[in-house]
């Protein structure tokens, strides 16, 4: 028997029942570990601005107009504009810190709006080093939004198209920050809209999350599950689902051979 052959075959037989991230791409996840810093604010859990425990830490110095949680999340009226915003901390800390930039971390959140119109801003990313990262905005158009990355010096720079989010549908919102390249992936519901991207200032390691501000408008806001954290490790399969795996090859094999 040559078992270089049957290796290949195996392998080929086997290789479909693999599953990989690519096979399946989706936005990656934030994961809140106990020895990485983050911000974790479930509106529906923390019925407040204050988070209690856990990652991140209220920011009122941030506050303008009246920022509001009921009925499980937060509110933001843009004819005011409101903003409210919050710092990246270590588990139960109350002192801000910023994101490392030797792993990914991923910011994400939940969004929906009325469908008015106007420029006010939906969420700026901020750095520990100094500057802006990002920021996404209204057009001005109804359920229209842009996303400013930068040119890395800090002059911010539209990133893509405009790019839609209809009205009173929740979106999940989320950015990615690739530590091996250094540079920004934006995610709108799952879907890749813009990457490879630069931040605004040049630094990464984010330290606050703003959200609402900017121009007036007639957008209001509604945000939850606000979350910022190390990216979450690709599940790998056990041992024991690797064996079936490789077992289930190998009778595919013996069963051609049999056939012939």
Do not use: E
């Given at each position: 028997m040559n078992t270089r052959n049957f290796g290949i075959k195996l392998a080929a037989l086997t290789a479909p029942m693999m599953l990989t991230a690519s096979a399946?791409?989706?936005a990656p996840v934030a994961s809140l570990s106990d020895t990485e810093p983050g911000i974790l604010h479930e509106f529906s859990v923390d019925s407040s601005l204050a988070v209690t425990g856990d990652w991140g830490?209220?920011?009122s110095g941030l506050d303008v107009g009246t920022p509001t949680v009921a009925g499980g999340v937060l509110s933001l009226s843009g004819a005011n504009p409101d903003r409210t915003g919050f710092n990246v901390t270590n588990k139960s800390s109350a002192s801000?810190?910023?994101?490392g930039t030797s792993s990914d971390w991923v910011a994400s959140f939940e969004y929906s709006h009325n469908g008015g119109t106007g420029s006010g801003s939906v969420v700026e990313y901020s750095?520990?080093?100094g500057g802006d990262i990002l920021r996404i905005t209204g057009t001005g158009d109804a359920n229209n939004f842009i996303?400013?990355?930068g040119n890395g010096s800090g002059s911010y720079a539209?990133?893509?198209g405009v790019f839609s989010m209809s009205s009173s549908v929740s979106h999940d919102i989320t950015i990615h920050y690739?530590?091996?390249s250094g540079f920004l992936d934006f995610y709108l519901d799952d879907a890749l809209v813009a990457d490879d991207f630069v931040s605004r200032s040049g630094n990464y390691d984010l330290n606050i999350a703003v959200i609402g501000g900017g121009s007036s408008s007639s957008i209001?806001?509604?945000f939850d599950n606000l979350r910022v954290g190390v990216i979450a490790a690709p599940t790998i399969p056990e041992p024991a689902t690797a064996g079936l795996l490789m077992a289930s090859g190998a009778m595919l094999l013996n069963r051609r051979r049999s056939q012939r």
């Open positions: 399946f791409a989706a830490v209220y920011n801000a810190v910023g994101m750095a520990a080093s996303l400013f990355g539209q990133i893509g690739q530590s091996s209001n806001g509604v």
